[in-house]
C-alpha cells in the first residue's frame, strides 16, 4: 500500500476484555515499531521487530502485551486483560533497515478502555 | 540508556516571531537526531535530521554534541507551524534499534 496501514482506528471496550491491534507496514520496509502516545506522556516505545523477530521487546509495559510479526510483513499488538490504563494512541511505524532511515507512521489505533 | 528532553510542553508566539524548541539528549555514544512533526489530524512524519543538514519549511537544527541538544530554529514563525514537535534519537553504531521520542511541543502560532 502506499503507506503504514493500521486498524481499528478506534476501539472501545470493557475492562478486562482482550484486544489486538493491527498494523501493516510499508511494503519491504523490514523494520516495525510499535509506540504508545498519551497525552502528557509522548511516545512511548513498545517493541521493535526486524523481519519477524523482535530484538527488542522491553518498552512492553507488562506481560499482558504481547506482539508478533508474520512474513515479515503484518503485525499484530494484543493486549489481555484490558485496564484503564491502557488507554492511548496506540502507533505503528515501518523503515527500511538502517538507523538514519526515516520512520513512517501510521494514523493510530485510538484505544478506550471503559 | 538514552534519553531525550524536551522542557517545554507548550510554546505560544505570535506570527513572524523567531521560534526555538528545545531538545536535549543523554546519550553515551553516537546519536542521529531528528524532529518529527504532527499537524493536526495528520500522522506522525519527519521533518528533519541532523545528518542531512538541511532546512526544511524554514527550520534548521544543529546538533550541539558539546550541550548535547538539538533545538529546532525557524527565523519567522508561521501560522501553519502550529503543531506538535518531537525531537528524537537513534544510535548510530548499532544495526537496527530504537527511535527515543521526547515528551513533545505543542507549538502555536498566533496570528
Known amino acids: 500500500g502506499a503507506g503504514v496501514s493500521q486498524s481499528p482506528s478506534n476501539k472501545v471496550t470493557e475492562k478486562g476484555k482482550d484486544v489486538e491491534l493491527r498494523c501493516d507496514p510499508i511494503?519491504?520496509?523490514?523494520?516495525l515499531y510499535w509506540y504508545r502516545q498519551s497525552l502528557g506522556q509522548g511516545l512511548e516505545f513498545l517493541i521493535y521487530?526486524?523481519?519477524?523477530?523482535?530484538?527488542?521487546k522491553s518498552g512492553l509495559p507488562s506481560d499482558r502485551f504481547s506482539a508478533e510479526r508474520t512474513g515479515g510483513s503484518v503485525s499484530t499488538l494484543t493486549i489481555q486483560r484490558t485496564q484503564q490504563e491502557d488507554s492511548a494512541v496506540y502507533l505503528c511505524?515501518?523503515?527500511?533497515?538502517?538507523?538514519?532511515?526515516?520512520?513512517?507512521f501510521g494514523e493510530g489505533s485510538r484505544l478506550t478502555v471503559l | 540508556a538514552q534519553r531525550v528532553t524536551q522542557p517545554e510542553k507548550l510554546l505560544s508566539v505570535f506570527k513572524g516571531a523567531p521560534v526555538e524548541l528545545k531538545c536535549n539528549y543523554s546519550y553515551s555514544g553516537s546519536p542521529e537526531l531528528f524532529w518529527y512533526v504532527q499537524y493536526s489530524r495528520q500522522r506522525l512524519q519527519l521533518l528533519l535530521r541532523h545528518i542531512s543538514r538541511e532546512s526544511i519549511k524554514g527550520f534548521t537544527a544543529d546538533l550541539n554534541k558539546g550541550e548535547t541538544s538539538f533545538h529546532l530554529k525557524k527565523p519567522f514563525a508561521q501560522e501553519e507551524d502550529s503543531a506538535m514537535y518531537y525531537c528524537?534519537?537513534?544510535?548510530?553504531?548499532?544495526?537496527?534499534?530504537?527511535?527515543?521520542f521526547g515528551e513533545g511541543t505543542q507549538l502555536t502560532v498566533n496570528p
Open positions: 511494503s519491504g520496509h523490514t523494520a
Open positions: 511505524a515501518s523503515r527500511t533497515g538502517g538507523n538514519t532511515g526515516e520512520l513512517f
Open positions: 521487530f526486524q523481519g519477524n523477530s523482535a530484538p527488542d
Open positions: 528524537a534519537l537513534s544510535p548510530r553504531e548499532t544495526s537496527g534499534s530504537r527511535l527515543t
